[in-house]
C-alpha cells in the first residue's frame, strides 16, 4: 500500500509504500532531501510535519513507534497515512555507473577505490561531499570523496566493516568479488560538509581513520586556493601507526605550506611501534594546543563517537556550535 505525500508550498506529491523510509520513497521520485548518516543522528534530513500520521524508528531500532510533535527525520520515518510535509528539495541527478579504475590496500584495513564513469563524462563534485553506491535490492552505503578533482577518477578511501555487506565484498570476505573493472550504479555527489572560505576563522580538521578521506579533498583544495592570512591544522586520530595511512602526505604538506599544520596522534600504540609523537584523542590534543578555540571553525570527520565529544571539547573551549561541521561516518550498527 502507497501513502501519497506533499511538500508544503509546491505541487510536489511522492508516493511512500507502507515500511519504507520517506528519505528513499523521495529518492524513488527523483527529489534529494538534505541527509547525512542515514539513521536517525546527524539531523539533517528533518522536515516539519504539516499533517499526516508517521512512524518514527529510534537510531539502531527495528521497532517504530507513532511519531508525535512537529519534526520527523525522514530517513528514520515511514508514512502512517496520506500527509503533508514541509523541506527543502532539489531534484536528484540521475545515478551515473560506474567502474573500478584501481584498488590499492592503504592499509590492512583501507583501501583507496578509484571509479571512473563509463560513460568517459566528466563528474563533478564540491570537495567534502559523499557518494553513495548503489546495491542490490536499493541498500545505500556512502563513501566520501578523498581528492578535490576527479581528473583522474573518483578517489575513495574504504575501510573494512567486518560483517558488513558492502565491504565484507571489497575486501573478498564474501560476496562477487570486485577487482579492476568491476561496476557499480553510484548516486550524485551529496553532502553539505564543505569549507566555508567566508568565515575568517582559521580552520581545524578533526579527523580518525578514513574520515580523514574528505578532509584530504578539502585540504587539496585549500593548497589549489588557500584562505589569505589564516592557519590550517589537521588532527588525524588512528589506533596504531598503519591506521595514519597517508601520514607521509600529511608531513609533506606541513613541510611545504607555511600555513598548513598536521599534528598525528595515536590513541593505542604499543612499546613495539617507537611512537613519540601524541597519544590519546585528536579533540582533547587540539584543545590542549588551543585552549582558546573561539577564532577556529572546526571539520570534523569519522564516528558519532568522535562527533559528540568533539563537539563537547572545542565547546568547552569556547567555539561556536555554528562553526562546528561534522559528517558522521554512521552504518547499519549506528554507532561505530
Ligand atoms: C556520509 C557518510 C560518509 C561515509 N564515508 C565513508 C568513507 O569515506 N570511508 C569509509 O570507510 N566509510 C564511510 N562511511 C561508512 C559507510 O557508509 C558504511 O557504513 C561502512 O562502509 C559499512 O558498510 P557495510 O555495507 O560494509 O556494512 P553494513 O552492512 O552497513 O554493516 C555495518 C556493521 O553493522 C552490522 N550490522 C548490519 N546490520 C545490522 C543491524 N541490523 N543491526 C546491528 N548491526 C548490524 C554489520 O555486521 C557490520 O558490522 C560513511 C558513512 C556516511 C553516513
Known sequence: MAYQIKISGTDVVFSAEKGERLLDAAA??????????????????????????????????????????????????????????????TRLSPNVRMRVASMERLAPDVIRLVLQPVSGEPFSYLPGQFVDFILEGGERRSYSI?????????????RHVPGGLFTDRLFGVKGDPVAKGTEFEVA??????????????DIVFLMTGTGFAPAKAMIESLISRPLEGKAVYLYWGGRHRVDLYMDELCRSWDAKYEWFHYCPVLSRATPEEAWDGRTGHVQNAFVADHPDASGFDAYICGSMRLVEDSVRALTAAGMKEENIRSDAFTSKAGLN
Not at 511519531?67 to 510535509?85: F, Q
Not at 553532502?191 to 568565515?199: A, N, P, Q, T, V
Open 28 to 89: 524513488r521520485a527523483g527529489l534529494n532531501f538534505p541527509h547525512a548518516c542515514r539513521c536517525g543522528f546527524c539531523g539533517m534530513c528533518a522536515a516539519t510535519v504539516v499533517s499526516g500520521d508517521f512512524i518514527a524508528y529510534a537510531p539502531g531500532s527495528a521497532e517504530g513507534r507513532p511519531s508525535k510533535g512537529p519534526r520527523i527525520l525522514t530517513c528514520s520515518t515511514e508514512a502512517a497515512s496520506d500527509a503533508e510535509i514541509s523541506i527543502q528539495f
Open 146 to 158: 578523498a581528492a578535490a578533482h576527479a581528473k583522474a577518477g573518483l578517489e575513495l578511501h574504504i
Open 188 to 201: 550524485a555527489p551529496s553532502g553539505e560538509f564543505r569549507i566555508d572560505r567566508e568565515s575568517g576563522h
